[in-house]
């Protein structure tokens, strides 16, 4: 009997020892829970002790992407906003940039971030000076004109403007260059250095003139300069340029340029006797009227116009026998009135059946005939023929009037 009674009793201690095991298990598993969440908040805790500590955007940036949902989360994006700021102004700032386009670009990416910042005043003023500072260093008309053209009304306009009014005037200066002379008094036609440029202008374009050497420079600074200082050396220049081309050349056409440049010139006779050979040898070559003409308008005192007059007068009856014009034997018997062949002419007028676009005109054709048939030919020795033939009629009054509208260098012949 006594092994039976020892079982029971072990039978009955079971149940009390399942509790008690179980009991141990919840107790170890409480315990891992409350560490895991004790040890998480000490994670974020140093975490966001550690970015503070750092202060860079990328540390802040790491915490967010970690801890996004904390109770730090607000004033890490505060104190990143804050980081921000100070990045940029310490890439700005870097000595050795001196890329402006990059350091605005960077600057500008403050707005990107934070389009409604708490910083955003102190940032566009951080870029002006910036910019402006940028403009003075590189001190040039360009730099100071990107400054004035972001900031038209910038704290520092009115020194921008002076200081781009002196870069140009240094410019100019330096480079000896007339296209930068001419940008600053285009620019500035009543600023500080007006007075300076024009007459570096002036000396310059002097300079320059003189070593190209040609008579379109020497024109060009006549025009630029009328009454420079430099005027009276660069005529004495621009005349012998002239009439060395002439001479070398031998054209009418060199002569002419040079008398129509320098009608008093110290070489006028020279010119003079040039002209004249070379165009009496013209008028002789085409042996016409009007190469006579032209010379003894120009040369009506030369030593060769007696010959040219004969060699004219020749010239005239021959046109008139070649045209069979009753008009042109006129107008030899009214220029050579005891010319040579006065009575050649006269023989041929009085031929009555002298014929001419279809109209018969003699010593007995009809008034009103013959007036239309001027009017038709409409020339000065047409008029003189109708009121010799007609002194007395009607339309006399309106050949005389026609007559002297027609007047001209024929006038100058007879003298």
């Known amino acids: 009997m006594r092994p039976v009674l020892r079982m029971n009793k072990l039978e009955n201690q079971a149940p009390h020892s399942t509790v008690f095991l179980l009991s141990v298990v919840l107790l170890i598993l409480l315990s891992i829970t409350v560490s895991i ?13 550690n970015a503070k500590e750092k202060n860079t955007v990328a540390a802040f940036d790491q915490f967010l992407s970690e801890h996004g949902d904390s109770k730090y989360s607000n004033e890490v994006n505060d104190l990143r906003e804050n980081a921000y700021l100070t990045y940029i102004k310490d890439s700005a700032n870097k000595e050795n940039s001196s890329d402006v386009f990059r350091q605005t670009s960077i600057i500008d990416s403050y707005f990107t971030e934070y389009p409604n910042g708490r910083y955003a005043k102190e940032v566009n003023e951080f870029r002006e000076t910036l910019l402006f500072k940028k ?4 001190d040039s008309p360009s730099s100071y004109r990107s400054y004035i053209i972001e900031y038209p009304n910038g704290r520092y306009l009115s020194e921008s403007v002076r200081l781009r009014e002196k870069a140009l005037y240094k410019m100019a200066r330096d480079s000896k260059n007339i296209e930068h002379m001419d940008s600053y008094l285009a620019e500035y036609p009543s600023g500080v250095y007006h007075s300076d440029v024009l007459k570096l202008k002036e000396r310059t374009l002097f300079e320059q003139v003189k070593n190209v050497n ?22 004495q220049l621009y005349e012998e340029v002239l009439i060395k081309a002439a001479l070398e050349k031998n054209t009418m056409q060199g002569f002419e340029e040079y008398l129509l440049k320098f009608p008093d010139g110290t070489h006028k006779n020279k010119a003079m006797s040039s002209l004249e050979l070379l165009l009496y040898e013209k008028a002789v070559s085409q042996n016409s009227v009007e190469s006579y ?16 007059r004969k060699l004219r007068e020749e010239a005239l009856f021959r046109h008139a026998q070649e045209s069979q ?76 009037d026609l007559l002297e509208k027609k007047r001209s260098a024929l006038d100058l012949l007879k003298e």
Not at 37 to 49: N, Q, V
Not at 135 to 138: L, M
Not at 214 to 235: A, D, M, S, W
């Open 293 to 308: 003409d032209r010379f003894l308008i120009l040369f009506p005192q030369s030593l060769r116009t007696e010959t040219i």
């Open 325 to 400: 014009s009753l008009t042109g034997y006129f107008r030899y018997l009214v220029e050579y009135p005891t010319g040579i062949h006065v009575e050649e002419v006269k023989l041929f007028i009085k031929d009555d059946q002298y014929q001419r676009n279809g109209e018969v005109l003699s010593e007995n054709v009809d008034v009103e005939k013959a007036w239309d048939y001027t009017l038709k030919v409409d020339s000065f020795f047409q008029y003189i023929w109708f009121m010799n033939q007609f002194p007395d009629s009607k339309y006399t009054e309106k050949a005389k």
């Open 37 to 49: 969440l004790i040890g998480g908040c000490s994670t974020i805790e140093t975490d966001f002790e």
């Open 135 to 138: 403009a003075q260093k590189i």
């Open 214 to 235: 040609t008579p379109t420079e020497y024109e060009h600074y006549r025009l630029e300069f009328p009454k420079g200082q430099f005027i009276q050396e660069v005529n």
